[in-house]
């Protein structure tokens, strides 16, 4: 369906667990609150909304968290999404740290894609960036994934301090077929309190480089990345910039937190609250959603910190 201002709505982020094996300083800061596992959706839960979301032509999903690999049953539920009449898509977002050994099932199962997040590609400033020394957990499940034939990306936060790691972040892609994209720190929860690099002083180290680096005008995933291709490099680098620039006219997509609140556009608190709709009046969920779709704000407010009225974490929002 469209929302309020002509933009096709047909892509969902389901976070579903706000718990996590890392504790990245910009999103999960050790000692964070967690929500009661009663609070979460149940998985069910979660396949009613993917369903009503269908019957509104939103029909690409991208699971996500917390860590979803964390939660009991999470490969049981990707393969009951991918059987869902009417789904297109169905991709993960995952910090990799678990991902290697479960890599053919998801294989198997068709998972259409996986985005692999790691900020740094020395294993100190990884440990003091996320608290854990498993960098070579997730650069063996990047080569892994790549291996298996799952459509794979990596997320690579931009921190001020990190400038070093974004030239052998984006080497990853020299060898690999995989797209590197280098994402903005977004002033929600931990975030605001961290510093970040723009988009355009990143491409200025990486042009140093790879002084060929050229923007180029392809359809790579349903996001709002900006590519840009090398000829030393096998994959694309990509920047998600959405503080530096907005794209708010192409935004196809709402959020579903681990608790059921259902938001239209990332920088505000205001939503619905589907678990509650699910809980008492399950036959009203088509009508909640298409309401939460249409009221959709114009654009976000990234510029503005002020204007941020999400008071959530990232690890329960889902990025
Ligand atoms: N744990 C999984 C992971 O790290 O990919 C999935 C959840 S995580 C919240 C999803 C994405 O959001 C990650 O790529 C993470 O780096 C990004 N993220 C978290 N907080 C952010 C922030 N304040 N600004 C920009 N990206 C953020
Ligand atoms: Fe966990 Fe992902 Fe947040 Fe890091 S970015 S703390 S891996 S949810």
Redesign the pocket.
């Known amino acids: 369906m469209t929302d309020q201002f002509g933009r096709a709505i047909r892509y969902m982020r389901l976070s579903i667990t ?1 718990r ?5 300083r ?3 800061p050790d000692g964070a609150a967690l929500c009661r596992h009663s609070d979460l959706l149940t998985y069910e839960e979660l396949l009613q909304v993917a369903e009503a979301a269908v019957g509104l032509g939103i029909t690409r999903f991208k699971v ?4 979803p690999l964390v939660r009991r049953g999470c490969v049981e539920f990707l393969g009951r999404m991918k059987s869902l009449p009417g789904v297109e898509q169905v991709t993960l ?3 990799g ?1 678990l991902l290697e050994p479960l890599l053919p099932r998801l294989a198997a199962m068709g998972l259409d894609g996986v985005n692999i ?1 790691v ?1 740094a590609a020395d294993p100190a400033v990884y440990a003091a960036i ?1 608290g854990s020394d498993r960098l070579d957990a997730v650069l063996r499940a990047i080569r892994a994934s790549v291996g298996s034939g799952i459509k794979t990306k990596l997320n690579c ?1 931009l921190l001020e301090g990190c400038e070093g790691q974004i030239v052998p972040l984006a080497r990853l892609a020299a060898g690999l077929a995989v797209d590197v994209r280098f994402i903005e720190v977004m002033p929600i929860g931990a975030g605001a309190a961290s510093a970040g690099v723009s988009s355009e002083a990143a491409l200025d180290i990486l042009r140093a480089e790879w002084p060929d680096l050229h923007g180029v005008e392809e359809e790579r995933g349903n996001g709002p990345a900006r590519y840009y291709a090398g000829a030393r490099l096998l994959g694309r680098v990509g920047m998600i910039d959405a503080v530096s620039h907005s794209f708010c006219r192409g935004c196809n997509r709402v959020r579903l937190t681990s608790t059921g609140w259902l938001k239209p556009c990332l920088c505000y608190g205001e939503g619905t609250d589907l678990r509650a709709v699910l809980r008492r009046s399950p036959e009203e969920l088509p009508a909640a959603l298409r309401r939460t779709v249409w009221g959709k704000p114009r654009a976000h407010c990234f510029k503005e910190a002020a204007e941020v009225t999400e008071r959530n ?3 329960g929002i ?2």
């Not at 996590?20 to 990245?24: A, G, I």
């Not at 996500?64 to 860590?67: N, Q, V």
């Open positions: 706000d996590c094996n890392l504790r990245c910009y999103c999960m996500t968290g917390g860590e977002t995952t910090n740290l997040s900020d996320t936060v974490m990232m690890s889902g990025g």
